[in-house]
């Protein structure tokens, strides 16, 4: 059972550079979140989306966009790459209504700017 | 908009002592859920214990228990007999339906385990 699949690992972008961060879960969740952590500090939400066709922005959504054609993928995309957004970044999926389950959380995908 | 507040941004533990972390959120809600996740430095964010907020009862899960203080809006972790291995940063966070089933997460506390 794969879980939440991230790809790349890692990246190096030059500023201006665009790029997507895959994203696929095969849980079937209905929900599906991006989350970005800066060194040595807590994760902050992007994007959030509550189903296939339907999503919303989180706390630090500036500089990103986010698509949700199918249940199992959400790709985060950045467009135009500033040193701000060097990151670790996340994502994560869970059932729908299950309020007290945890998340399910890729491994990351680290991200320079330069 | 709910917050989730770490006071401690690391802490240092003798290795079978015990060390308590602390967490303290802002809401308006009674119907939620709180979480701590353990991060090490592989970066995979592993569940260590959950708490929902109409249990009166705290939670525990083998040498990790929390203190769960509805009114003072505090949920504090502790961990018992440290180890080696719970070396890692530790992050509380917030959940509920209400806020859209989103996770809102604390700034983490670092944890040290000195042999």
């Known amino acids: 059972n794969a879980g939440v699949t991230q790809t790349p690992k890692f990246r190096i972008l030059k500023i201006g550079q665009s790029m997507t961060l895959q994203c696929t879960q095969d849980?079937?969740?209905?929900?599906m979140y991006w989350y970005r952590q800066d060194p040595g500090m807590g994760l902050k939400l992007i994007y959030y989306?509550?189903?296939?066709?339907?999503?919303d922005k989180g706390e630090v959504p500036n500089g990103y966009n986010v698509s949700r054609s199918t249940t199992e993928d959400f790709p985060l995309r950045l467009e135009l790459a500033a040193p701000s957004q060097t990151s670790v970044y996340f994502c994560?999926?869970?059932?729908?209504?299950?309020?007290?389950?945890?998340?399910?959380f890729g491994n990351g995908t680290r991200l320079t700017v330069t | 908009a709910q917050t989730v507040t770490q006071s401690q941004p690391e802490m240092s533990v003798q290795e079978a002592e015990t060390v308590t972390l602390s967490c303290t959120y802002d809401t308006s809600e009674s119907d939620y859920y709180l979480f701590w996740y353990k991060q090490p430095p592989s970066r995979q964010m592993i569940l260590v214990i959950r708490?929902?907020?109409?249990?009166?009862q705290n939670a525990t899960e083998n040498r990790f228990s929390v203190n769960f203080q509805k009114a003072a809006k505090s949920f504090s972790l502790k961990i018992s007999d440290s180890q080696l291995g719970d070396a890692a940063m530790y992050f509380c966070?917030?959940?509920?339906?209400?806020?859209?089933?989103?996770?809102?997460f604390g700034g983490g506390t670092r944890v040290l385990v000195k042999p």
């Open positions: 849980m079937n969740h209905n929900y």
């Open positions: 708490q929902e907020a109409y249990k009166q």
């Open positions: 966070a917030y959940r509920s339906k209400a806020a859209g089933n989103k996770l809102t």
């Open positions: 989306s509550v189903g296939a066709g339907i999503t």
């Open positions: 994560a999926s869970s059932a729908r209504g299950q309020y007290n389950s945890p998340l399910h």
